[in-house]
């Protein structure tokens, strides 16, 4: 099955994927995998608790050892999934109504546990990703960050995870902080009316999945999936991310758009350096890993309408090819 699953991601021309919640059973079930020579790309670990949104504790060999294994050339690790808030009832937001500041929505853990948390982490040399979903928790996020910021170098990788229903001015103090924002712009195809639901009437400070006032703000942004919640095609996230569309043939948010220029690179070297590995993958250049796609047409220069209809005709990982599309 995890063979299965790896040659269909292959095929949509994934070169490498994270899995955001990493348990020990799934982290064994990689071992094996890579022990065996199976794993046809580099697979980034991020490493959670016991069983899904539950918290890590840092305190437990077993957890700090799973997380710090030692990395193969193609299963990396070192990196800690923290989860602030969830979708259901609804994501961290602080409304506005009649000028006072409402909060709603439901966290996993306080403002001091995840604090405390991320900073306990980064002494270990932890890498982080921190879901944040809503304003309320993204700022949680960011005050944990700057925390971490004060006691540990500017290479230190710092990853905030969404930032679905955020405001602009968020934007700034996550280029100040060199937080690397991972959006899933994807997920207003077909969650974008659910989404503008949760963040209730009238909240103009409030935008979904903001991405263009993100990278105006100086922030690097990349784009990924958050599969099962959506697809994981990188020509349909990318044709979402520029056209700014519904299921229902909406617009969502079109201020937010990016050019298809800015969507190659959100998945390509952002999320490279991102991943801490800028250095050796997610652009062509000498030395680096030839991680290669052969498209059907030019993303760049194509229609906007035929961005989401790009077919991957060859898949190339480290030289190797790993993916050959069959005629039809």
Known sequence: MLHSKMHDYLAVGLTAVGDAMVTAKSAELYRRA??????????????GGDHFFSMQDLGRSDIV??????????LRGG????????????????????GCKTH???????KDEVHHLAVQASKLGINLAIHGMGNCAIDIVLDAYEAVRRQS??????RLEHAFIAETGQGQRMADLGVDLVANPGLAYGWGEVFDMWRGEKQNHLKL???????????????????PCGTYSPAEIMWTAVARETLAGAPLEPDEAV??????RMYTINPAQA?????????????????????????????????????VLRTYVDGVLRYERTPS
């Open 259 to 264: 050019t298809p220029e800015e969507a190659l």
């Open 104 to 110: 709603v929505g439901a966290n996993f853990y306080s």
């Open 65 to 74: 050892d799973r997380i710090m294994e030692p990395e193969s050339f193609l």
């Open 79 to 98: 990196a800690m999934k923290i989860f602030v808030d969830r979708a259901y009832p609804s994501p961290a937001i602080d409304q506005i109504h009649d």
């Open 275 to 311: 991943s801490g590995r800028g250095s050796e993958e997610g652009s062509i250049e000498v030395g680096k890993r030839a991680n290669l796609l052969v498209l059907d047409r030019d993303p760049l220069t194509c229609p906007t309408g035929q961005l989401r209809d790009m077919q």
């Open 153 to 158: 170098n500017a290479e230190t990788v710092l």
């Open 209 to 227: 999945f903001p991405v263009r006032s993100m990278i105006d703000a100086g922030v690097r942004v990349s784009l990924a999936s958050d599969h």
């Open 34 to 47: 890579d022990a065996a020579g199976k794993m046809p790309f580099t697979l980034q670990q991020l490493h």
